[in-house]
Antibody, heavy 120, light 109 residues
Framework: QVHLQQSGPGLVKPSQTLSLTCAIS??????????WNWIRQSPSRGLEWLGR?????????DYAVSVSSRISIDPDTSKNLFSLQLNSVTPEDTAVYFC??????????WGRGTLVTVSS | EIVLTQSPGTLSLSPGERATLSCRAS???????LAWYQQKPGQAPGLLMY???RRATGIPDRFRGSGSGTDFTLTISRLEPEDFAVYYC??????????FGQGTKVEIK
């Protein structure tokens, strides 16, 4: 059975970097049939897809334009996980962050979510 | 970026009644590239339907997805107590970014 386990701090100071990881069990981050995504949810922005990493003979990334200058999603094959880094955060980045597996292009498996609050 | 508009915002119904939820896309979705998710308080969204009308594994047949082009519908034929939740549509036609609707809350009347 496939499971995604999220971890990372729930409080980040403004201008600092938000860092979360998503550990995968039951599948491989290097799978050639899945994508590994980060999605966030807030009352003001709803559900917002942030980006993905995936492997198709080589590694690829796609990012939402709204965060493309500040985001990095990276695989770690040795630990079978993928991570999210979002730089220069502001209170508008306060949200519940989910990792999710993409099958083709919809999301069949989600992590439990991490509430990240940006505040000094 | 494709914008999805869901209606109504809230649906107040009783158990056993039929629920009809709408999702309209700002442009036609190729290959009916639309999914529906159900989210309960404190939980992540869970996949209900994909490719507009295909039920995800384990989803009961009282859930039915339909539509094509820009207009899609999720129908719950007879509401069970566990069906009261928020429902989101998501498009994956063309290229990223994938986008979600703002949600429809199905609440107990």
């Amino acid at each position: 059975q496939v499971h995604l386990q999220q971890s990372g701090p729930g409080l980040v100071k403004p201008s600092q970097t938000l860092s979360l990881t998503c550990a995968i069990s039951g599948d491989r981050v290097s799978s050639d049939s899945a994508t590994w995504n980060w999605i966030r949810q807030s009352p003001s922005r709803g559900l917002e897809w942030l980006g993905r990493t995936y492997h198709r003979s080589k590694w690829y990334n796609d990012y939402a334009v709204s965060v493309s200058s500040r985001i990095s999603i990276d695989p770690d094959t040795s630990k079978n996980l993928f991570s999210l880094q979002l730089n220069s955060v502001t209170p508008e980045d306060t949200a519940v962050y989910f990792c999710a597996r993409g099958l083709t292009r919809y999301f069949d498996l989600w992590g439990r979510g991490t509430l990240v609050t940006v505040s000094s | 970026e494709i914008v999805l508009t869901q209606s109504p915002g809230t649906l107040s119904l009783s158990p056993g009644e039929r629920a009809t939820l709408s999702c309209r896309a700002s442009q036609s979705l190729s290959s009916n590239s639309l999914a529906w998710y159900q989210q309960k308080p404190g939980q992540a969204p869970g996949l209900l339907m994909y490719d507009a009308s295909r039920r995800a594994t384990g989803i009961p047949d009282r859930f039915r997805g339909s539509g094509s082009g820009t207009d899609f519908t999720l129908t719950i034929s007879r509401l069970e107590p566990e069906d009261f939740a928020v429902y989101y549509c998501q498009q994956y036609g063309g290229s990223v970014p994938w986008t979600f609707g703002q949600g429809t809350k199905v609440e107990i009347k």
